[in-house]
T-cell receptor, first 115, second 110 residues
Framework: KAGVTQTPRYLIKTRGQQVTLSCSPI?????VSWYQQTPGQGLQFLFE???????NKGNFPGRFSGRQFSNSRSEMNVSTLELGDSALYLC??????????????FGSGTQLSVL | DAKTTQPNSMESNEEEPVHLPCNHS???????IHWYRQLPSQGPEYVIH???SNVNNRMASLAIAEDRKSSTLILHRATLRDAAVYYC???????????FGSGTQLTVLP
């Protein structure tokens, strides 16, 4: 069974540009969550999508957005990039059976560098 | 406050058991305890989770204190591949909106 696939693996952008990251969840998983990881702030929750609807959102500015398609694949978009957006962006999928339980399956992430 | 408290780092010898502690003194009755670990250059990996009772799986055991204010992740025989950052997470609500702390960096010595 294939794991969570994130593309691209590495990305270099300049300030002011926008970027789109892609995530393909494990087959059958309908929930996709996004996390940002930086050395200073650690792992922080961005948002979660389930059945094409955003269900939870973390404390990030509106420049960070996402969407989910009918096949559960998800994209994350960051507009007007800032230097501080340089980070490892991780996608995780899950079966989302019950609220407090269940495990997340993480991809290897997309390393974004903003110059 | 959904945070947990863990030691910054721990060391263990290969093939010996490892006990990773976690304090969650403000936990509520419906909060689960999840453990994830992150190996270098990889995304986090689920290890185990529990609510009240001790839990075992092929990777580890989770011992939860009777008052639920602390828990311990037990790796029965540490291997070099277990060297990672281990995160203890208390889920207040969705298990998909995780609040990661700084975790414990586990070093396994050969």
């Amino acid at each position: 069974k294939a794991g969570v696939t994130q593309t691209p693996r590495y990305l270099i952008k300049t300030r002011g540009q926008q970027v789109t990251l892609s995530c393909s969840p494990i087959s059958g998983h309908r929930s996709v969550s996004w996390y940002q990881q930086t050395p200073g702030q650690g792992l922080q929750f961005l948002f979660e999508y389930f059945s094409e609807t955003q269900r939870n959102k973390g404390n990030f500015p509106g420049r960070f957005s996402g969407r989910q398609f009918s096949n559960s694949r998800s994209e994350m978009n960051v507009s007007t990039l800032e230097l501080g957006d340089s980070a490892l962006y991780l996608c995780a999928s899950s079966l989302a059976v019950t609220q407090g339980e269940g495990e997340l399956f993480f991809g290897s992430g997309t390393q974004l560098s903003v110059l | 406050d959904a945070k947990t408290t863990q030691p910054n780092s721990m060391e263990s010898n290969e093939e010996e058991p490892v006990h990773l502690p976690c304090n969650h003194s403000t936990i509520s009755g419906t909060d689960y305890i999840h453990w994830y670990r992150q190996l270098p250059s990889q995304g986090p990996e689920y290890v185990i989770h529990g609510l009240t009772s001790n839990v075992n799986n092929r990777m580890a055991s989770l011992a939860i204190a009777e008052d639920r204010k602390s828990s311990t992740l037990i790796l029965h025989r540490a291997t070099l591949r277990d060297a990672a950052v281990y995160y203890c997470i208390r889920t207040t609500g969705s298990a998909r909106q995780l609040t990661f702390g700084s975790g414990t960096q586990l070093t396994v010595l050969p």
